[in-house]
T-cell receptor
């Protein structure tokens, strides 16, 4: 079974631009979550999608958004990029249905650098 | 408001000995706990988990202990191997809408196993 796939692996963007990151979950997994990892803040939850609906959202500004398609693939978008958005963005998928996420499997991440 | 804390930023252990990584949490709504291992620029890899209805779970060289009254869990690795050298994250989740797809992570502990 293929794992969680994130594309691209690396991105360099300029302040003010926008960026779209993609995540393909493990086949059969319907829950997709996004996290931001920075040296100062650690791993922070961005949002979670299940069956094309956002079910949960972390404490991030509205510049961070996402969506999920009918095949469970997900994208996240960051608009008006700031230097502080430089981070490793991780996607995780889970097969659990309902309120509790148990084992979440992570992709390799997308390293975003904003210059 | 750090709800999951790993107070030891680093741990150094000799090959063959036991590694004990600790984690404390403050949110009594957490009822499922996970440990992940992470290498730089890669996504976290799931190691082992434990439900709050248990106090111990074993998987090969890895054992997780949960002390609910103390809101404390620990990961034991026996015997430790050089390939175990990585960053270890403790994570927690709970039931209910605010927990959908959301893992709350500790700051991580860097484990170094010396040959």
């Amino acid at each position: 079974k293929a794992g969680v796939t994130q594309t691209p692996r690396y991105l360099i963007k300029t302040r003010g631009q926008q960026v779209t990151l993609s995540c393909s979950p493990i086949s059969g997994h319907r829950s997709v979550s996004w996290y931001q990892q920075t040296p100062g803040q650690g791993l922070q939850f961005l949002f979670e999608y299940f069956s094309e609906t956002q079910r949960n959202k972390g404490n991030f500004p509205g510049r961070f958004s996402g969506r999920q398609f009918s095949n469970s693939r997900s994208e996240m978008n960051v608009s008006t990029l700031e230097l502080g958005d430089s981070a490793l963005y991780l996607c995780a998928s889970s097969s659990k249905v309902g309120g509790v996420n148990t084992e979440a499997f992570f992709g390799q991440g997308t390293r975003l650098t904003v210059v | 408001d750090q709800q999951v804390k790993q107070n030891s930023p680093s741990l150094s252990v000799q090959e063959g000995r036991i590694s004990i990584l600790n984690c404390d949490y403050t949110n009594s709504m957490f009822d499922y706990f996970l440990w992940y291992k992470k290498y730089p620029a890669e996504g976290p890899t799931f190691l082992i988990s434990i439900s709050s209805i248990k106090d111990k779970n074993e998987d090969g060289r890895f054992t997780v202990f949960l002390n609910k009254s103390a809101k404390h869990l620990s990961l034991h690795i026996v015997p430790s191997q050089p390939g175990d050298s990585a960053v270890y994250f403790c994570a927690a989740t709970g039931a209910g809408g605010t927990s959908y797809g959301k893992l709350t992570f500790g700051q991580g502990t860097i484990l170094t196993v010396h040959p």
